[in-house]
Every structure is written in C-alpha cells, then in structure tokens.
C-alpha cells in the first residue's frame, strides 16, 4: 500500500472520524482548523467563573437508532443517557414541546383523549393542502391555524428571517406532533451526550500519532503538498465564491448568570414574535449528573440572524436561488480533482451528528478503497440535492 499524505480541513466531526479511520489505515492525516479549537460548532468548554459545562455554540444532544454510529463513540467517550425536552413560552403561557396530547389540551383548554385530539384538529386542519407547498401549507395542513400561529409562526420568522410561505415544507417535517402524552423531543433508542462534553471526544478521535492537528490554520494558508484533499468547509468558500455566497443563518449568543436553577429546563422557547430571542439555554441542566455541583448557573439567549462573510454559518437556507447555485457549485466540485467535500457545510445539507458521522465513517472507507486501488476518489460520497 502506498501511504498517501491527505489533508483534511474543518476538525469537526466529519473531519475527525475521517481523520482517524485514515491514519489507522496507515495513512498520513495533517488536519487544519482555523479555529482555536476542535470539535466546530459541538464544541464544548468550562465555564471559569462557575465550572458549568457550556454547549458554546448552542445545545448539542446526540440521538440516534444506527448502532454502528454508537458503538464509534463509545470507542471514544463515557456517553451519559439524556432525555431532552424543551419547554415553549407561547402568547403568555407555558408549554411543552413538541406538540403534543398534553399541549393541546392545555392550549385549547380542553381534556381530550387521543381520538378527541386527532378529531378536533383534524376539523381545524387545512384539509384542502393536499400537497403543501411551503412552510406554512404544511403547518396549517398538519394542525391547523391555532396551533401554527401559537408556536411556529413567530418562532420560524425569527430563525429564518423569511416569511413561512417562502420555507420549504420539509423544515417543519422534522418536528413531531403526537397524540399521547409523549414529551420527548427525540425517541431515538441512543439519546445522550459525552460525560466531559464533545471537544473531549474529538480530541480521543484525533489522538492518533499518524494525525498532526493544525489549529488556527486556514486551509487557503497551508502550502503543504497533499495526495488528496478531504474538505469540509463550506464549498462556495473552497471556490472563493466565483459563482456567489450560499445563504446561511448565524447565531449571536447573549451569555448571563443566575444563582441556583433559573428556569428549570435545558431550553425553553420564546415563539412570539415580540420577544427577539428565539431560545434561551440554561447549560448545567446538558449535564444532570453533575448539576448539584454548580451553585451558579450560565444561560445564554440565542439571536439568529443572515450570515455575514465573518460570521460562523449554522443553517443552510436551501431555497429556490440557493440550489440553483449549489448545482453549479457540485458541477464543478465533479471536475476538480484530488477533493472530497463532505458534512453540512461540504455538502450545503443539516444533517444532524449521527448523520454526520455515518458519513464519514462511509466516506473513509470509499477513500481508503479508492487509495488501495489507485483510483482517484469521488468527489462526494454524499451527493448533495
């Protein structure tokens, strides 16, 4: 086997998996990231002033039902159950979300049982949106106009900036409404988060005498040689953005303290529009096992936004002009050789951890083959659509 020297940019999760599968296959792995840390934007840290575990960049809650995905992590961290719930603070009111038997019951004021429940809804839903066409159709077509003006309405102008009517309907796909009294926001069979937090994960992944981590190194900066280039940046950044800037949204955070327990819960939900906020995060309830520990409390509140050329893009935005564009952006990712784009911002997609880690561990072994047959990589493992 001939070692190939690979440099991989981004030391999120795609890169670190990727990373250490390559250098255990006796590969060289020089990993470049710009920032002062790895691990992106599951990143986490201490809090000095209260020793509170912080999700820096918002909360980050593993779930999943792939067991090849967890038996990996396990490899590399002490992942402690978590069952995640979110509580929504809706037209003066407090909530559980997501929707569900209970909500409704306290929203309209009612006491249904299930049946009651879908049947009442079932008469309040637009029933002639056969096939929704954007995100509010396929709101007022699963529950109705109440219920969408009540929680998802202000809150989806806030995170995305864009009225409903010009989100895709698959956005609100991902969330669950359910008829029972089921309050969980995820029922994945694996639902956790790493005991000393996922920086420290990503560091056991990369630790790894055939990987040399690069931080704060930019990838346009390196002038290192490389058989093959393994990128997860943002792929209209990788082509300097000659055909334009895909459209994502960003967050600011406005970090503060509290004594005790603030607001008894992980995240609560802020859906009127009125408030500017879209959620605040109360860190020390992400890590119950040592929630009596810390007498103080870190909260942040969260503020999304359009993402500036110097801001970290979170959220893909993924409509009509952006596809069009990242099109053009894949026809020329498939004509340059010696590059495989991979994760959210490689391939323009929000996929969650799992997802993400699943690819690459599928994508390492397609470089490894490729490698071992000398044949030149793909350029995506992951077809962006």
């Not at 440099?7 to 470049?32: F, K, Q, T």
């Not at 058989?227 to 792929?235: A, E, N, R, T």
């Not at 009596?292 to 500036?308: A, M, N, P």
Request: aromatic share 12%; proline share 6%.
């Amino acid at each position: 086997m001939t070692r190939k020297i690979v440099g991989i940019v981004g030391a999120g999760l795609s890169g670190a998996v990727i990373g250490r599968r390559l250098a255990e296959a006796g590969h060289r792995v020089i990993l470049m990231e710009e920032r002062s840390h790895v691990a992106g934007n599951c990143h986490t840290e201490r809090d000095p002033r209260t020793g509170v575990l912080l999700h820096r960049y918002g909360p980050h809650i593993f779930h999943t039902g792939n067991e090849e995905v967890w038996r990996y992590l396990c490899l590399f961290a002490e992942m402690e159950p978590y069952r995640h719930r979110v509580i929504a603070r809706a037209q003066g009111r407090i909530y559980g979300l997501p929707v569900n038997l209970l909500t409704i019951n306290q929203f309209f004021g009612q006491t249904f049982t299930p049946s009651e429940a879908r049947d009442f809804l079932d008469n309040r839903r637009r029933r002639d949106i056969v096939e929704p066409a954007n995100f509010e159709q396929q709101a007022l077509s699963m529950m109705g106009e109440d219920l969408y003006r009540g929680f998802f309405r202000g809150y989806t102008l806030k995170q995305w900036g864009r009225d409903p009517t010009e989100l895709p309907a698959s956005i609100l796909k991902r969330l669950p409404m359910r008829f029972d009294y089921d309050d969980r926001y995820f029922t994945d069979k694996y639902q956790a988060i790493p005991k000393e937090g996922y920086t420290a994960l990503v560091e056991r992944i990369l630790s790894h005498p055939a990987i040399e981590l690069q931080v704060r190194r930019k990838f346009e900066t390196s002038d290192q040689s490389f058989d093959h280039v393994v990128y997860s940046g943002p792929i209209d950044r990788y082509f300097c953005f000659q055909l334009g800037r895909l459209e994502y949204r960003t967050l600011d955070f406005e970090t503060f303290y509290a004594k005790g327990d603030a607001q008894g819960a992980a995240v609560v939900n802020y859906c009127d529009l009125e408030t500017p906020w879209t959620r605040i995060t109360e860190h020390k309830h992400f890590a119950p096992w040592e929630r009596d520990q810390h007498e103080g409390s870190v909260l942040s509140k969260e503020f999304s936004r359009r993402c500036e050329p110097s801001d970290i893009p979170y959220y893909p935005v993924r409509l009509v002009a952006e596809q069009a564009m990242l099109n053009r952006y894949v026809e020329r990712a498939d004509a340059t050789p010696g590059v495989t784009f991979v994760g959210r911002l490689g391939t323009y997609r929000y996929i969650d951890m799992d997802v993400c880690i699943a690819e690459a561990l599928r994508a390492a072994s397609v470089l490894i083959g490729s490698f071992a047959a000398a044949k030149p990589p793909p350029a995506f493992i992951e077809k962006p659509s």
